[in-house]
């Protein structure tokens, strides 16, 4: 048999007991449903939003994929712009200097003008407004809706590409062709060849123009232009 404590060694191992750490006791962790529901529900919510609300593309294949001009094509003299649609002095050479140009050199068969589009990335609407831009032109009202885009490019650099089939109406053309057309995406790279193609000018800004071989940057007076046209057709007369 062991032998027995006294009152006094047991009141010490007592004491030596309560000092020694306790094990703690691990509660199970309750799972606050209400807080949990929020992240289960919302991912489903999303897809299910994104798969209501996306819609195919329609089909639509291009009519024309060259680049734009007007003007006898035969002309002795061709000015070949280089423009951007949310371009402000873009805007202001087509409201300014190119009436005049289309007035005495265009429609009189001395001047083809080309237009060739290069849209930027940090200018929300440009890229879809060339597409918009080339979508009329399959209709053959490319110059038409341009200059209608320079025209108003304040209101629809607002609001955003939503007016382009108001323009579209405003201008007589098939709507629903239109819109089958730019929602199609099926003008975007027509567009970026177009832009590939620009690159051998070394273009550094917008608006550039080329009368023939010579340079001109900027929305300059109709003046500057028609010097050089003069020059350019004078030179043509003589090599004739």
């Not at 382009?164 to 995406?185: H, I, P, Q, R």
């Not at 940057?217 to 003046?223: L, R, T, Y």
């Amino acid at each position: 048999m062991g032998k027995r404590l006294s009152k006094k060694e047991k009141k010490k191992l007592k004491y030596m007991q309560e000092q020694l750490p306790q094990p703690t006791k691990i509660e199970p962790k309750k799972i606050n449903i209400k807080k949990i529901i929020p992240f289960i529900i919302i991912p489903f919510l999303i897809i299910a939003v994104v798969l209501l609300t996306r819609t195919e593309k329609p089909e639509y294949t291009p009519l024309k994929t060259d680049v734009p001009f007007v003007g006898n094509p035969d002309a002795p003299v061709t000015i070949k712009s280089f423009s951007e649609f949310q371009c402000p002095y873009c805007a202001d050479f087509f409201a300014k200097t190119y009436p005049e140009i289309k007035e005495k050199y265009i429609d009189t068969g001395k001047v083809k003008f080309v237009f060739y589009e290069l849209p930027i990335e940090q200018r929300a609407f440009s890229f879809k407004a060339s597409e918009a831009a080339r979508c009329a032109y399959d209709q053959g009202k490319y110059e038409d809706y341009a200059l209608l885009l320079y025209n108003k490019q304040k209101h629809w650099g607002r609001i955003g590409p939503s007016v382009f089939d108001d323009y579209a109406t405003e201008l007589g053309l098939d709507v629903e062709k239109f819109n089958a057309c730019l929602k199609s995406g099926s003008m975007k790279e027509i567009i970026l060849k177009e832009i590939q193609d620009s690159k051998q000018f070394q273009i550094t800004g917008t608006p550039t123009f080329f009368i023939n071989d010579r340079r001109i940057v900027g929305s300059k007076p109709f003046e500057d232009f028609e010097k050089i046209i003069n020059e350019k057709l004078q030179l043509a007369n003589k090599t004739a």
